[in-house]
């Protein structure tokens, strides 16, 4: 290094001839001479230039801080990777979990179909029972109005059938209470005063008014 600076100075202190100095004037003379290594350059001899201290720390530095960012870039994109990992185990897992509930569901839902569908079958059966049932008590009804109808009639005659019952009833009273007494011939009933001869055979009207002369009688009118 100290031969190639010397080679530097030599080159750059040459000029146009000068008177010459004295040996002791010289401030090479006491610089030993050895053999010059040449550097070859483009175009020109260049000059080495010593690297500075202070250049050399910052950029040791600076390679040091570089190293520090490449290290708190993997450490982030590390843990930004195991972050994502742990977010897609996670996502997989909700995802297998809404699967399933979704199946559940599905499920339950095809259930819930099949029981609506039996509902519905029931309700119409039902329904069609009641309009069945609905008609039947509609012709139970009328049946019933026919029956009372008919028996509001029957009443009606059983009540002038009880009429006639009554007066039968108080005509025989009078007859049995005539018959135990002496007012009338023999055969003959007493009705309202009178003597009454109740024929048991069947007569016309003529007949009868032939027999009621006979016996010096008149022939009963109602």
Not at 82 to 96: D, I, K, V, W
Not at 193 to 207: D, G, N, P, R, Y
Request: aromatic share 6%.
């Amino acid at each position: 290094m100290a031969q190639s600076v010397v080679y530097a100075d030599l080159k750059f202190a040459a000029g146009p001839p000068s008177t010459v100095p004295d040996d002791d004037d010289s401030p090479y003379e006491n610089v030993p001479l050895g053999p010059v290594t040449a550097v070859p350059s483009p175009g020109r001899w260049s000059r080495r230039w010593r690297v500075p201290t202070a250049l050399l720390a910052a950029s040791l530095v600076l390679l040091v801080l570089l190293l520090v960012a490449i290290v708190a870039l993997g450490a982030c994109y590390w843990q930004v990777t195991r972050s994502l990992q742990e977010t897609s185990h996670e996502h997989m897992a909700e995802q297998g979990r809404l699967s399933q509930e979704l199946q559940a569901r599905e499920q339950s839902l095809e259930q819930t179909q099949l029981e609506l569908a039996w509902a519905r079958e029931e309700l119409q059966r039902a329904w069609h029972e009641y309009n069945i049932t609905q008609m039947e008590l509609e012709s139970r009804n009328a049946e019933l109005g026919h029956a009372q109808q008919k028996l509001a009639v029957l009443q009606e005659e059983m009540q002038v059938v009880q009429g006639k019952l009554n007066t039968s009833e108080s005509t025989v009273s009078s007859l049995r209470a005539c018959v135990n007494t002496d007012c009338c011939p023999w055969g003959w009933v007493l009705y309202r005063s009178k003597c009454l001869f109740i024929s048991v055979a069947k007569k016309t009207w003529q007949e009868s008014q032939q027999e009621c002369t006979r016996r010096s009688a008149q022939l009963l009118v109602q």
